[in-house]
């Protein structure tokens, strides 16, 4: 069984940077493909960005591009969402997810979800 925790999300001004990271428990987290994705109320959870399992390829939905940045840190379990020049669109609770392959999908289809954090952006 693996575990996620995501932690870093909170409030910020529109412009403002936040990084988001996410811890997974158990030996395997170096082995598979991470994701985040984020939802706001009364919308369907929708894809930010993602990265194989050892950090070589990344995705982004084209809403982030430029502005967001994934990465990885195998050594210590860790995975991270740096997401610069924020904006009051990005507010949505943001959940990681991992999958269990070793390449990384745009789609929903990841085998372990997060509780999720929420970011706020004001304007």
């Known amino acids: 069984q693996v575990q996620l925790v995501e932690s870093g999300g909170g409030l910020v001004q529109a412009g403002d940077s936040l990084r988001l990271s996410c811890t997974a428990s158990?030996?395997?987290?170096?082995?598979?493909?991470m994701g985040w994705f984020r939802q706001t109320p009364g919308k369907e959870r929708e894809f930010v960005a993602s990265?194989?399992?050892?950090?070589?390829?990344?995705y982004y939905a084209d809403s982030v591009e430029g502005r967001f940045t994934i990465s990885r840190d195998n050594a210590k379990n860790t995975m991270y969402l740096q997401m610069n020049s924020l904006k009051p669109e990005d507010t949505a609770v943001y959940y990681c997810?991992?999958?269990?392959?070793?390449?990384?999908?745009?789609?929903?289809?990841?085998?372990?979800w997060g509780q999720g954090t929420q970011v706020t952006v004001s304007s």
């Open positions: 997810a991992l999958r269990k392959a070793m390449l990384a999908t745009t789609t929903s289809n990841y085998h372990y």
């Open positions: 158990g030996r395997t987290f170096s082995s598979y493909a």
């Open positions: 990265i194989n399992w050892n950090g070589g390829r990344t």
